[in-house]
């Protein structure tokens, strides 16, 4: 498929007022996109469990008006938010080829996070996708009803548009993007669910998240993205992506949780890694993101058990284990990690099924 595949349909249909709200969730990447080129074009293939509690619910209505030009309000958590104008404004630029009614209406948005505010959780992926799912809501009321296959890769290629991992956040409870031999039907330009087969314990897989640090990151990933260009490490890194896309492969048919394990972190790992070896370098790990890391380790080795952690573009640690580990593992997290968390947070997730429209 091409960008030309997502061109505007013809839209037949009069609309008048009218309001739709999507709940989208987060997403944790286990092959991390790191380093895009073109219009948000992933330089590596990537693959997410998508989660279930972090998600974003956004309410769209639109009422048409005649002037020219994008007319939007954006209320997030109730009060409205200036401060997100600008990226609103450069996502519909961004869309606006592909979705030919943008001018024709004026748009609220009204936006909130099941997450606490400034947990440091990035809400780009939920933010983007629901309101990229809301959009495409809109196309449907405009030309009829879209094949549904159709509507999810169509949200799913503008959520990219917005912020590349949204585009992984539609759908469950695997996620891959970006072209790969290996994965059939893949594409760069938006995300498919997992088309291998996937053992029955990757469906039920937890993911407490620690929050670790709940400031601004001091690089935003856009930058440390575009640090990957001309980086003396992203060949390396870029294979080593593709390589590991393979090796879960196998991983995840056979259910072969220490493989997981060790291929999940080392990833965590050289992602941050990279960033270390960037020209400025930078580090958004804390120092209790190497305690907890230590920890994690500590126990796996007394205790056999399949818990591991990853990372996101921040200091915020992932842990990720079986659902029928659930009871130990909350029982380490409260002993040995809490102390780690600032103010004692963090969240209780696991694997989604994906965006869901609400009544
Ligand atoms: C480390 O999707 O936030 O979480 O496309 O610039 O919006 P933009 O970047 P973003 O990058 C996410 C990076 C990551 C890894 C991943 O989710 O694959």
């Known amino acids: 498929m091409t960008v030309n595949d997502f061109l505007p349909s013809v839209y037949e249909k009069q609309v008048t007022s009218g309001s739709v709200t999507w709940r989208s969730p987060s997403n944790i990447a286990l092959v ?62 961004r869309v606006q080829p592909y979705l030919g009614f943008l001018e024709d209406f004026h748009f609220k948005i009204e936006t909130s996070n099941s997450f606490p505010h400034s947990s440091g959780i990035a809400s780009s992926a939920s933010g983007m996708s629901a309101l990229s799912l809301a959009l495409m809501s809109l196309e449907e009321e405009l030309t009829g009803v879209i094949d549904k296959r159709e509507f999810k890769r169509k949200a799913s290629f503008l959520s990219r548009l917005g912020s590349g991992s949204a585009c992984r956040s539609i759908d469950g409870p695997l996620i891959e993007w ?45 930058v440390g993205h575009n640090l990957m260009s001309g980086h003396p490490y992203a060949e390396a890194r870029f294979d080593q992506a593709r390589n590991n896309m393979d090796l879960l492969q196998t991983i995840f048919q056979s259910g072969d949780l220490s493989a997981f394990t060790a291929l999940v972190e080392s990833e965590a790992l050289s992602l941050h890694a990279v960033m270390l070896a960037s020209t400025p370098s930078y580090i958004l790990m804390k120092p209790n993101t190497l305690q907890v890391i230590e920890k994690v380790w500590e126990y796996r080795k007394e205790t056999g058990s399949a818990l591991c952690f990853t990372l996101d573009a921040g200091a915020n640690v992932h842990l990720l284990f079986p659902d029928e580990e659930n009871d130990r593992v909350m029982e380490f997290i409260k002993s040995d990690l809490v102390g780690y968390c600032q103010n004692g947070q963090y969240i209780c997730d696991g694997v989604g099924k994906g965006a869901e429209m609400l009544k």
């Not at 790969?180 to 469906?203: K, M, N, Q, R």
Request: aromatic content about 14%; charged content about 25%; some cysteine.
């Open 178 to 222: 970006g072209e790969h031999v290996t994965i059939p039907g893949s594409s760069d330009l938006f995300g498919v669910p997992y088309p291998h087969p996937v053992a029955e314990v990757f469906t039920t897989y937890r993911d407490v998240i620690l929050l670790v640090d709940k400031g601004v990151k001091k690089v935003s990933s856009t």
């Open 32 to 93: 991390k996109y790191w380093g895009k080129h073109g219009q948000q074009l992933p330089m590596n293939p990537s693959v997410s469990f998508t989660l279930s509690e972090c998600a974003t619910t956004t309410k769209l209505s639109w009422q048409p008006k005649d002037s020219e030009g994008f007319s939007f309000d954006l209320f997030f958590e109730g009060e409205k938010k200036i401060a997100f104008y600008g990226k609103i404004e450069k996502f519909l630029e």
